[in-house]
């Protein structure tokens, strides 16, 4: 390697280590086996894969003796955002939301019913209905995805199976819906 290189690359590490950078590193969830109900198969597949990549944690059926039961719902849609002013849509708002709650294998409850709410804007023409549609279908599976990174981050809050009263966990209620921008 140059000399050129070897510092680029020392520069790089810096700045990364600079602004807060960081692996997801390894989880130690208090759960070693997880059960989950409910889940659309393609989410089970990425949350399977997330849960045992990342840590020692395993998905089981809920036959199985798990530690916890994770029951997650999902629903999506979309609805106008904006029209032009000839009355054709021009965006449309794609909305997902994943509720979850998790119980101990004894019914403890570990997390109470909470919900993860998403939305990305589509622009919108009739030239392109079939791009649009792949593309639509490509925003929900993101976001999707993105649920699935946002409850893993969620679900490491649990530290024991068997809670006090005191260090019960409140529900994460949904984050307020965007503004419809001004037309």
Known sequence: MSRRSILTLACSAVLLSACGFQLRGQQDYAFKRLAVVGAPPEMLGRLQRVVEGGSDTVVVKAAEQPDAILSLTSASGMKTLSLNAQGVVQEYELDYSLGY????????VLIPPSSISLN??????????????????????????DAVDQLMRRLAV??????????????????????????
Not at 123 to 137: H, P, R, V, W
């Open 120 to 145: 990305r804007a589509l622009t919108y023409s009739d030239q392109f209905t079939l791009a649009k549609g792949i593309e639509a279908q490509t925003l929900f599976r993101d976001m999707q995805f």
């Open 101 to 108: 709650s998790m119980v101990g294998a004894d019914g403890t």
């Open 158 to 183: 649990v530290r024991s199976l068997h809670p006090a009263p005191s260090e019960a966990l409140p529900g994460i209620a949904p984050r307020a819906p965007l503004p419809v921008p001004p037309l």
